[in-house]
């Protein structure tokens, strides 16, 4: 496959698209990146590369991270997850608090916020040093030591994190959120202040391509079973209450951020990361979709 053909083919009939969408500004600090930054990176599990743009620029990963948390969960839990968090689409926005109270505090899958807040809380019951271990774990499958936070992200995400306090208080009142609330919360906004670029978070995501191991070491981190529920879930959940369209149009598991990156993953061949900023009304990057919709009906391949 031409994969860096079909970018630069892609990059050239993009042109009409830009400039759609917002910036995501509730959070300030992310407010301040520069709106038109665009890359792609595609890691080929045979060890190819192919690139667009600024590929290599870091940006904030956002709800990206909350694939690398389930992930780290399950490995360390397994299937005992599942009595806290449930795996069915939401169809409501990512920050909702409606479905939490009628649901009695049972996030409906680990990819919207409070499902995220659940996987929060049981990492930190289940590791010594909460935050320094989930980057270490986070820089393992990178294979990157350089991965790290973003601090005047997460604090800022801290200031104006209103709603995400109320779901994790909302679940405290229902007993599924054990530890201090606060903690949780800054675990939280730590982990989605992490930053990458396109190239470095796709190279991550090979693990998802390559059935749970990481593809450089031969590391297996899930079994390819917890890998295969993975995909799953951010193929029914990882892109808020567009999951569905994205499936209809992409067809590809994936996850979307509000800093404006989706990573999307075929298995047995590719992990690909895009990066640009301004998102459309569901808050998932309005170049993003338009990009890897283009690459799956160019090559012609998709998991369906
Ligand atoms: N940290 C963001 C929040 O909790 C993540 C949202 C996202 O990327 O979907 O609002």
């Known amino acids: 496959m031409q994969y860096q053909q079909i970018l630069n083919e892609i990059n050239q009939e993009l042109k009409v698209y830009e400039r759609l969408g917002e910036i995501a500004n509730y959070i300030p600090e992310l407010a301040n990146v520069n709106p038109d930054k665009f890359g792609v990176h595609l890691s080929h599990i045979d060890g190819g590369n192919y690139s667009l743009g600024d590929s290599k620029e870091k940006f904030s990963i956002q709800s990206i991270s909350k694939v690398l ?51 929060a809380d049981i990492l930190i019951t289940n590791l010594e040093n909460p935050k320094e271990d989930f980057l270490k774990f986070v ?28 779901l994790a208080n909302l679940m405290k009142s229902f007993e599924n959120i054990k530890n201090d609330v606060n903690e949780v919360l800054d675990f939280y906004f730590h982990q989605c202040s992490i930053e990458m670029t396109c190239q470095e978070l796709s190279k991550t995501f090979l693990l998802f391509t390559n059935h749970g191991k990481i593809p450089e070491t031969g590391e297996t981190i899930l079994s390819s079973s917890q890998a295969k529920r993975v995909n799953a879930i951010m193929a029914t959940c990882g892109f808020y209450d567009e999951a569905g369209e994205f499936s209809f149009k992409v067809g590809l598991p994936g996850k979307s951020g509000v800093g404006g990156g989706i990573v999307a993953v075929l298995p047995k061949k590719y992990a690909v990361a895009v990066w640009s900023p301004r998102l459309n009304e569901k808050g998932n990057s309005y170049l993003g979709m338009e990009v890897l919709e283009m690459l799956t009906t160019k090559t012609g391949w998709s998991i369906f």
Do not use: Y
């Not at 005047?152 to 709603?163: D, I, N, P």
């Open 69 to 119: 948390s389930l992930t780290l969960g399950l490995s360390l839990v397994g299937d005992s997850i599942w009595n806290r968090v449930d795996v069915e689409p939401s169809g409501n926005p990512f920050n909702s608090l409606q479905q939490l109270e009628f649901e009695n505090g049972i996030p409906r899958n680990p990819l919207i916020n409070p499902g995220a807040l659940v996987m």
């Open 139 to 166: 820089r393992k499958i990178a294979g990157n030591d350089l991965i790290d936070f973003n601090h005047k992200v997460a604090h800022s995400e801290a200031k104006w994190g209103f709603r995400n306090g109320a």
